[in-house]
């Protein structure tokens, strides 16, 4: 079993800042591919960025040269850079783990891109 937390989201002026962090704990040896998703109001979840441990980077369009995910220096934890927010960007952002055969999401956390 795979536990995730989430932490670092927030309200941000549009143009702003935000790194959100995402810790794995539990069954890690297992992980192969952690990413990062959102989900606003009324709209379905979608990817946002995903790392998989060879390093390879897959991000959506919508975020590509503003968003970079990267590993942190704890074992299986992942951090997602946020620069140049949009208002559009705002959503409950999620983490999300895969291991052979088992996927699993963290508890989402808040970001608000407002004036």
């Known amino acids: 079993q795979v536990h995730l937390v989430e932490s670092g989201g927030g309200l941000v002026q549009p143009g702003g800042s935000l790194r959100l962090s995402c810790a794995a704990s539990g069954s890690i040896l297992s992980i192969y591919n952690m990413g990062w998703y959102r989900q606003a109001p009324g709209k379905q979840r979608e990817l946002v960025a995903t790392l998989s441990t060879g390093g390879g980077t897959n991000y959506a369009d919508s975020v590509k040269g503003r968003f970079t995910i990267s590993r942190d220096n704890a074992p299986k934890s992942v951090s997602l850079q946020m620069n140049s927010l949009k208002p559009e960007d705002t959503a409950v952002y999620y983490c999300?783990?895969?291991?052979?055969?088992?996927?699993?999401w963290g508890q989402g956390t808040q970001v608000t891109v407002s004036s």
């Open positions: 999300r783990a895969l291991s052979p055969g088992t996927l699993y």
